[in-house]
């Protein structure tokens, strides 16, 4: 009789899971607490348009091809990609930059500001496909349980040549010296979760995923990506109890034995936890069960939350693209408005996403789907009026920059923030995108893959190994599958 696996959760780590664990035979259920998959990266439609609730952005395509390959899958049977040009536009304050999908392109543009930029950004760039070969090659596929993982003399020469110990902040200022080309290259580690002066060097590897390896959109919307994992799980023998909400998990002897669902009591042999880490320990297991303590958790540095707006607007909106940066306010402010002084920001920086450029079917005939991220610290609370603060200053340097009226014409509108990621994915002190990559939170300083107290309790996502972001999360549930399968059931 196949032994009974228990995932928490059906975001991306838990379907990776899920589909891992059923791979090597376990019986495999997964319970989540909404109607459909996809965690933050669900979908809601209102007013006939299709709304992406969180990731919005497809950077690392090989990762997702990958996962449908392991299966005996083509990811093109489920859903189609197209890859974005220019990839974005960035909104200085006194330049409106495309950035094309070819790197020589970007070399040209970037050339025109800084003589020199285009041969240092070829050097840059060599080197960030050493860090993302080796980093999404060997780096990211360790479970990080022992320090001992990493005594390998290959590694130990790769985190060198790596940069693991320097600053991202300071690596690309050897290459680059204009604000401007900074602020492009600094961008992408916004999403780690910390100031580019804290994050490592390692991550201009996501440089070279954002400029060599693309920005692509998958057509009808990024909720196509969870449906589809989720088909795949199923073909594999997955079991789906949604509108399910775990509410214990009892143990005995140092085993989890037992969910309490809302739904009933469910026996299991093992689980993997890709819920929010934290809701885990602190909310469904007992204090003797806990790993980490309160002192420990409030200890840690926490990626940004985010304020979002989902707009729908009952015209073409003219001078936007997919995707776009609007760095016209100065940055440093509004970084340490983020992680040195946590409050609300005085002048935000702001990214708007705009779909129905690319894709009709999110938006009805001749309207538009807009989603609007102001990047703020975490544990921090709002209201409407605060809400709609930043509202009115974005939609101010919106109609400014596009130079047409869009407030007027917004015909839906939500908002998302702190109170919503807590309610809906009990993300701790409201985060959007889990644990910051800092150097001291990295590898087997983040929180155990394992629990240190019930030893068939696992974790998956964006709060322990590899990291935050759809690609890593999809790992961390694949590594957490293969690491319980080894640790537990096989000898």
Excluded at 119 to 137: R, V
Excluded at 199 to 228: C, F, H, R, V
Excluded at 262 to 291: C, Q, W
Aim: include cysteine; charge should be neutral; charged fraction near 25%.
């Amino acid at each position: 009789m196949s032994k009974r696996v228990a995932v928490i959760g059906a975001g991306f780590a838990g379907l990776s899971a899920a589909c891992r664990l059923a791979q090597l035979g376990f019986e495999t259920h997964v319970f989540e607490k909404h109607s459909t998959p996809g965690g933050r990266c669900r979908v809601f439609e209102k007013e006939g348009f299709t709304f992406d609730m969180g990731p919005s952005w497809y950077w690392m395509p090989e990762i997702f091809d990958q996962f449908f390959e392991q299966y005996g899958e083509k990811r093109s049977d489920y859903y189609t990609l197209e890859r974005l040009d220019p990839s974005y536009r960035v909104y200085f304050s006194n330049k409106i930059l495309d950035i094309p999908a070819s790197a020589d392109e970007l070399g040209e543009k970037l050339e025109a500001i800084e003589p020199g930029s285009k041969e240092n950004l070829k050097k840059f760039l060599a080197e960030a496909k050493y860090k993302y070969d080796t980093g999404m090659g060997e780096f990211v596929w360790k479970p990080s349980l022992s320090a001992k993982e990493f005594l390998d003399l290959k590694l130990l020469k790769a985190a060198v040549r790596i940069h693991l110990f320097n600053s991202i902040s300071s690596h690309i200022r050897k290459y680059f010296k204009h604000p401007e080309i900074i602020q492009l290259l600094e961008f992408p580690v916004l999403f780690l979760g910390a100031k580019p002066d804290k994050t490592p060097a390692l991550y201009s590897l996501m440089n070279y995923a954002d400029i060599e390896l693309g920005t692509w959109y998958p057509q009808k919307g990024m909720g196509e990506i969870p449906k589809a994992m989720e088909k795949v799980a199923k073909k594999l023998g997955v079991t789906f109890h949604y509108n399910n909400t775990v509410t214990q998990i009892e143990s005995l002897h140092g085993k989890a034995k037992r969910l309490i669902t809302s739904s009933g009591n469910f026996e299991i042999d093992a689980i993997i936890a890709g819920a929010d880490y934290h809701h885990v320990e602190t909310k469904m297991l007992e204090p003797n069960d806990r790993s980490h303590s309160d002192d420990y958790w409030n200890s840690r540095t926490m990626s940004p939350s985010s304020l979002l707006f989902y707009l729908g607007v009952n015209k073409r909106v003219k001078n936007l693209l997919h995707h776009n940066l609007f760095f016209d306010e100065p940055f440093d402010q509004h970084a340490k408005e983020i992680y040195d002084n946590p409050q609300w920001p005085t002048q935000p920086l702001f990214y708007a996403c705009v779909p129905s450029i690319t894709d009709k079917t999110v938006a009805p005939e001749n309207c538009e789907n807009i989603f609007l991220l102001v990047p703020v610290a975490p544990d921090l609370t709002s209201d409407e009026t605060l809400r709609d603060k930043y509202l009115q200053n974005m939609l101010d340097r919106l109609e400014k920059r596009t130079g047409e009226s869009i407030r007027e014409n917004i015909i839906y509108k939500r908002s998302f923030a702190h109170e919503e990621f807590i309610s809906e994915y009990n993300s701790f002190k409201g985060n959007a995108y889990g644990l910051a990559n800092t150097l001291k939170q990295t590898a087997i300083l983040k929180p155990s893959m394992r629990s240190k107290k019930l030893s068939n309790l696992f974790y998956a996502g964006q709060l322990t190994v590899p990291g935050p972001g759809m690609p890593p999360s999809i790992i961390s549930g694949q590594l957490a599958a293969e690491t319980m399968n080894k640790l537990l059931f096989q000898s």
